[in-house]
């Protein structure tokens, strides 16, 4: 199976090396600058619970060198979804399986606008890293685990051959019979924690502890929910609430990773998260107040400031 890897960040650079410490021997990763440099020189490293050193690695800067994959795992930051789009063109043949782990729902979208659906499946990633340094994949927590399936519940031979090479390399890997679901179950805590440390600024513990605050937490929740029981997703009445207890349990110094980029003058993901809300909320007549108002606080940021 040849796995090409659009984006060898912090979630396609470590479940690629999972994949290839698993035995997976063609697997290619797409990356740019100092990154490709190390990766290409030393291999490519991940840093934290449990340590992986894979090289020699795949890794180039042209996707149409890949020649045709059987599976593109689409992991690059969503304002680069259009330029992705375009690259991964040479990779993806009749068969070719491409699927999304970016943030979001509008993902899919963008899509099936530009390949045949049945050239795609679902993905849901959840991992915490950064690229510690070039070539380095830093693992911030012990949570890591993939999701992925066909659109129509299907279990498929392509679906089946994925899983059993994530689960070689020690990926906490599932075939979802109903992956439409858990992308916007993921989708309803993203937006909510992003939105709310970033325009609060502060990590999840003073937020969820404050009654004003958690209320805000929970009714952020409750819209993206609202939207997506209005698309014909099956997500329960009292899930926004499920989310809040789960909000619970974590650490009191997590944040998310748009928080960072707010703090680092970096290009933020709130168009297509709160905004994606607002989008998708619009398109059937659901109010989501709470996530436009994170929208629109966050505007002015949305582009970064970093050079």
């Known amino acids: 199976m040849r796995i090409a890897i659009m984006g060898s960040g912090g979630l396609g650079g470590y479940f690629g090396a999972r994949l290839v410490q698993g035995g997976a021997a063609d697997v290619h990763f797409v990356a740019r600058g100092k990154h490709l440099e190390a990766m290409r020189r030393d291999g490519l490293r991940v840093e934290g619970p449990e340590p992986i050193h894979v090289t020699p690695v795949h890794a180039t ?15 690059v930051k969503l304002w680069d979804t259009q330029q992705a789009i375009e690259q991964i063109r040479p990779m993806v043949g009749p068969d070719t399986a491409i699927i999304s782990f970016q943030n979001g729902v509008l993902k899919d979208q963008y899509l099936r606008a530009a390949f045949d659906e049945r050239q795609l499946m679902g993905g849901v990633g959840y991992v915490a890293t950064t690229i510690g340094e070039p070539g380095v994949i830093r693992q911030t ?23 059993a ?47 004003q605050t958690r209320a805000f937490l929970l009714d952020v929740m409750k819209e993206v929910v609202a939207v997506g029981r209005a698309h014909g997703v099956a997500l329960t009445d009292d899930f926004a609430q499920a989310r809040l207890q789960f909000a619970d349990g974590l650490a009191a110094d997590m944040t998310s990773s748009m928080h960072h980029d707010l703090e680092r003058g970096n290009r933020l993901e709130v168009r297509w998260l709160a905004g994606g809300v607002v989008e998708l909320g619009q398109a059937k007549g659901v109010p989501t107040p709470l996530n436009r108002a994170i929208a629109d606080i966050l505007a002015l940021h949305a582009e970064g400031t970093s050079s």
């Open 141 to 163: 927590g012990p949570m890591q685990r993939l999701l992925f399936g066909e659109f129509d519940g299907s279990r498929s031979a392509r679906g089946e051959a994925l899983l």
């Open 61 to 75: 800067d042209q996707p149409a060198k890949i020649g045709v994959a059987d599976v593109v795992m689409l992991c």
């Open 165 to 211: 090479a994530c689960l070689a390399g020690g990926i906490n890997a599932e075939l979802s019979t109903d992956i439409v679901r858990e992308i916007w179950q993921k989708y309803v805590f993203l937006v909510a924690l992003s939105g709310t440390t970033t325009t609060i600024r502060k990590p999840i513990g003073p937020i969820r502890s404050n009654p």
